[in-house]
């Protein structure tokens, strides 16, 4: 198995991404950009938290043996939320969030997609699966989505999960496990990337022929020169963008 990844961040901002991987596993992270003058209740800022999701949940994917992915990322929620609990208000709806997708691979191949950072699966003809948490593309009214309806809806029953100070936001991931015979590749991607299917007009086989040939930092690079030729009309320009490749 060959894992390799890129993440680059938006021009001038830090990148609030974050990607690693181990002998049998790789992890995405996307923390969610606060809007602008809103308050989080949290004297944390959004790499903080990511940083510190990271951290808890990878030891777990390292020591944890056979454990199941969504307790291993409730117990990590539950970590980062008991290290400012005493500070923070994590009652505030806007408290710092994100993304998270997991894949690990032993006797067969196990994800965990937790909001919206896709997992594809590349199979022996050729064939793709794409996996995926698509909750928060089905709240009502259409994006851009106002603050006050993100706020309601965030890890709710008939809403949207995502990784923040609920470790019961886990349990609602998108998980299950595929069997090792029928993938040649996996792909992890944040959703900067999937703007590449969803507005710029490359099939989901484009990109990955693109990340097979020329690795996750290739599709970094035609992502920005689409953002730079044709700006969305409804989203900021450019965003973090991370992606992984897995030879299986």
Request: net charge negative; charged share 20%.
């Amino acid at each position: 198995m060959q894992i390799s990844h890129a993440t680059e961040s938006s021009p001038g901002q830090p990148n609030e991404d974050l990607v690693a991987a181990g002998p049998d596993w790789a992890v995405v992270f996307d923390g969610a950009t606060p809007a602008p003058g809103v308050s989080s209740g949290c004297i944390h800022d959004v790499p903080w938290l990511v940083r510190r999701l990271a951290a808890a949940l990878i030891a777990r994917l390292t020591l944890a043996g056979p454990a199941p992915l969504a307790p291993l990322l409730a117990a990590a929620i539950g970590e980062v939320r008991d290290a400012h609990a005493d500070r923070c208000d994590l009652e505030n709806p806007d408290s710092p969030s994100s993304t998270v997708s997991v894949v690990r691979i032993r006797d067969s191949l196990e994800y965990l997609v937790l909001c919206d950072s896709p997992i594809l699966l590349r199979h022996p003809g050729g064939q793709l699966t794409q996996l995926t948490d698509d909750r928060i593309s089905r709240l009502p009214g259409g994006r851009p989505y106002r603050i006050e309806l993100v706020r309601e809806q965030r890890n709710r029953p008939g809403g949207f999960w995502v990784a923040s100070t609920d470790p019961d936001a886990a349990y609602h991931a998108v998980c299950g496990t595929v069997s090792l015979d029928s993938v040649t590749d996996v792909a992890l991607f944040t959703d900067a990337v999937t703007r590449l299917a969803d507005w710029y007009g490359y099939s989901w086989h484009d990109v990955f022929a693109q990340l097979r040939d020329a690795g996750p930092a290739g599709v970094i690079r035609v992502l920005r020169a689409a953002e730079r030729a044709y700006p969305h009309p409804h989203a900021k320009q450019h965003d973090d963008a991370t992606a992984v490749h897995i030879r299986v």
